[in-house]
């Protein structure tokens, strides 16, 4: 089989730690360019890898034209990136959240399309062993119907991931766009949908800016979800988790509660009404100070391999992102927003 190849849009922590290594692990990859503003660190994974090194992600879809581009840069700059690139004729992964704009989203399904091009999008809650196993024990019937829930991501911030530091330019706005929620709430919103086979229908938010100085993008959001079959819950994003990372999910069933990532061990942890308990040890959440595969990397190229629907397609991340937008909505207008 001819290798797959690829070119990094982006050489910042998100491919260090995530596509670049995952990329590398796989056998059916060949990495021919790196693309960064800063061009030293280009030049760095050109030179660790193999491919070539730019500046300029225009110059070198037209000088390498890749198979597929990961898109691994500012949020206000993946819509564009990822319609140039399929309409070089390339596959797209794309960072989340997707775009900024609903019509970004949108915009960048319809050039996908148009072009016979897959497009992803990198949401990778799903492929998380507890994640996974979660929704197998609710297909399974056992718990019944989802009556409320909790989801929870938070952590210290950017400063403490990005390779910029406080500097990042996840807190410039022009770049940015949005905070915590374009960072850690798009994934949540994903996590439910996926995990609930539901789609949501109101939202109701709070999103601002608590305490990251010098920013004007937001650091923190609580909101409130009510989905399409009823079931109302919480959505939790935070750059002010200081003491430590939270990624965690809590589903209050009709015959019991299912917890996810609440505990270092049992990472599954199901309690029935009849007294029952099961725990599940499957493997660890990612996180950012102890890296797992995302399998974001992988599911990509499964679909290119196979010519099959990408698992996170760009409906999903439009539909993911949708939620995010109407939290920021109902926080401007103190209204709660039904999403079409």
């Not at 491919?51 to 564009?80: Q, R, W």
């Not at 319609?83 to 050039?111: F, Q, S």
């Not at 819950?233 to 990372?245: D, F, H, N, Q």
């Not at 100070?289 to 439009?318: C, H, M, Y």
Request: charged share 20%; aromatic share 6%; proline share 4%.
């Amino acid at each position: 089989m001819s290798k797959v190849r690829v070119a990094v849009i982006g050489c910042g922590s998100i491919s260090k730690y995530r596509h670049i290594p995952e990329y590398v692990a796989h056998e059916n990859v060949e990495l021919v360019a790196f693309v960064d503003p800063i061009i030293e660190r280009a030049e760095l994974y050109a030179d660790l890898h193999g491919g070539k090194a730019f500046s300029d992600y225009e110059t070198m879809l037209a000088e390498i034209k890749p198979d597929a581009v990961s898109v691994c840069t500012p949020n206000a700059l993946h819509a564009s990136m990822s319609i140039t690139a399929a309409n070089a004729g390339a596959h797209v992964l794309v960072e989340k959240p997707m775009a900024v704009t609903d019509e970004e989203a949108e915009a960048m399904i319809e050039a996908a399309k148009k072009n016979g091009v897959h497009l992803m999008v990198g949401h990778n809650q799903r492929f998380m062993p507890p994640h996974v196993k979660a929704k197998q024990v609710l297909q399974s019937g056992i718990l019944g119907k989802v009556l409320t829930f909790r989801t929870s991501f938070g952590h210290p911030g950017p400063d403490a991931w990005s390779i910029d530091g406080a500097e990042s330019w996840f807190f410039r706005k022009p770049e940015a766009i949005m905070g915590a929620m374009g960072d850690l709430g798009v994934h949540k919103s994903d996590l439910i949908r996926w995990m609930l086979d539901d789609e949501v229908s109101e939202v109701a938010g709070f999103v601002g800016t608590l305490d990251k100085k010098g920013t004007e993008v937001d650091d923190n959001a609580s909101c409130l979800l009510r989905m399409k079959s009823g079931a109302i819950g919480t959505l939790v994003a935070s750059w002010t988790y200081y003491k430590g990372e939270d990624n965690s999910t809590i589903l209050w069933c009709e015959n019991g509660v299912m917890k996810i990532g609440t505990h270092p061990d049992d990472q599954v942890i199901v309690e029935l009404r009849n007294g029952t308990i099961e725990k599940h040890k499957v493997g660890a959440i990612s996180t950012n100070d102890k890296q797992e595969s995302s399998g974001v990397v992988n599911a990509f190229l499964e679909s290119i391999l196979t010519n099959t629907t990408p698992a996170v397609s760009g409906e999903d991340g439009r539909a993911s992102l949708k939620v995010i937008l109407c939290a920021f909505e109902s926080q401007a207008t103190g209204k709660f927003i039904s999403i079409n």
